[in-house]
C-alpha cells in the first residue's frame, strides 16, 4: 500500500493564513466582500463537523431547504424576497448558479447570449451547458462601457441564424475587469419585450449593495457568497421568479428501472442537496449583517472616490473604466509606475513589495502599468492609510505628485 511519510504530513497540521485581516489591509478585488462577519466566525466553528445542518433533516422530504432548525428553510424565503425574487436556494459557487440555469434552460446547441466582460467562469458554465454563445460588445479604452443596447441586436442575430430565440440572456451586473455598474433595467427591458429569459449575474453586486431583481426585469439572480456575503467558500446563490424556479428546480422523475425506486422531492439540478455544512451556515448568520451593510454602499463608493482622486495625483496615473467609479472595484492604469519597474531592481515586483512593508496586500505581484483593488468594507482611516502608502512610494521613487 503506498504510504506517505510522516515528515510530510507535519505540514498539515499547522495550517496558516499569510493574510488574515487584523494583520493585513487586504485590497484583492475578490477577498473585500467575504471577509466574515464576527457571528459567520462564530458558526464556523459551532458548524465544523461534517454533515452539521443535517441533524434535524425532515426524514420524509431530506431536502437541505427545508430544515427547520436551524432555520435554513426560513432563510432561503428571506433571501429570495431581499433579491426582490420568489424562491432562492444556495449553491456552491456563482458558476455552479449559471450552470444550472443554462442547463436548465437551454438545449445543446442552443444560443446564451453574454456581455463580453463576463467572467471566464460564465463561458465555461455555458461551454459546460454545450451552449453556443454570442457576446455583446463594450466600448473598448478608456471606459469599457458595454453596449447594452445591442443584447437586442444579438437577439435577432441568434433568430436570424436559428429561427428561435436564445435559451437566455446573461448580463454580468458589475464585471471584474473594470468594476463597472451596469444599468441591468435596459437589458431586462429588452428581454422582456422578446420574452427571452434574463439572467443577472450578480456576483460583484448583490450582498454588497441592493439589488432588486424584480425592478430590473430580472428572472434569476446569481450571485457568490465567497465574493459579496460575508461567507466562507464554497457558497453561491441562485435566485429565481415562480415561474422560472419552476425550471430551474423541477424535481426528480428518475425511477430505478429493476428498483422502481424514485426521488421525487430532489430537485435534479442540485442533485437533491448542495452545501450541507459549514459555508452555508456563515451565509446565514452574516445575512443580519449583509441586510443591514448594503444601506451603507453610498459611504462605500464614496471611499473608493477617494483613493481614486488621490492616485491620479501621481504622475501618469489614472483610473480606468466607467467614471466617476461607482463600484469599489478599480482598474488603474499607471505608466508612472511601470517607468519605474523598468529600471527598478526588483523590477515590477517594487510595488508589491513596497506596499507589502507598509501592511498593504492585494495588489498582484509584478504589476505596476494596470493594477486593481477593491476597498469594500475597509474603514475611512485604513483607506487613508492605503492613499499614504502609495503616495509615499511614488515620492520615493521620484514621480511626481500633484
Ligand atoms: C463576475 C463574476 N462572476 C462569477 C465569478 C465566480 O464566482 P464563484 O467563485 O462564486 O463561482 C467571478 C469571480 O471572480 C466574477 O468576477
Known sequence: MPKIPKDRLEIYRELKRDFSEDKFINLHPIQRGGVLSPEA????????????TCDWCPPKTARLDMIQRPPIAQFMQDLAEFLGMDVAR???????AQFIAFTMLGNPGDYVILDSLAHYSTYTAAELARLRIKEVPHGGYPEFRLKLDAYADKIEEVRRETGKLPAAVLLTHVDYLYGNLNDAAVVGKICKEYGVPFILNAAYSAGVMNVDGK???????????????????????????????????????IVGDWSQRKFSFKEYALLGCTVMGAPLMTLIASFPHVVERVERWPQEVENTRYLVEQLERIEGTRQIGVRPKEHTLTHMESDGFYRVSQTHKRKGYFLYEELRRRG????????TRHFKFNTYGLPREKVERVAQAFLEIAEEQKLKAS
Open 41 to 52: 466566525r462564530r458558526a464556523i466553528i459551532e458548524f465544523a463537523d461534517g454533515y452539521s
Open 90 to 96: 444556495v449553491v456552491t459557487r456563482c458558476r455552479e
Open 215 to 253: 425592478k430590473l426585469g430580472a428572472d434569476i439572480i446569481t450571485s457568490s457568497g465567497h465574493k459579496s456575503w460575508a461567507a466562507s467558500a464554497p457558497t453561491g446563490i441562485l435566485a429565481a421568479t415562480e415561474e422560472m424556479g419552476e425550471k430551474l428546480f423541477a424535481r426528480s422523475r
Open 360 to 367: 498593504i496586500v492585494g495588489i498582484q505581484p509584478g504589476l
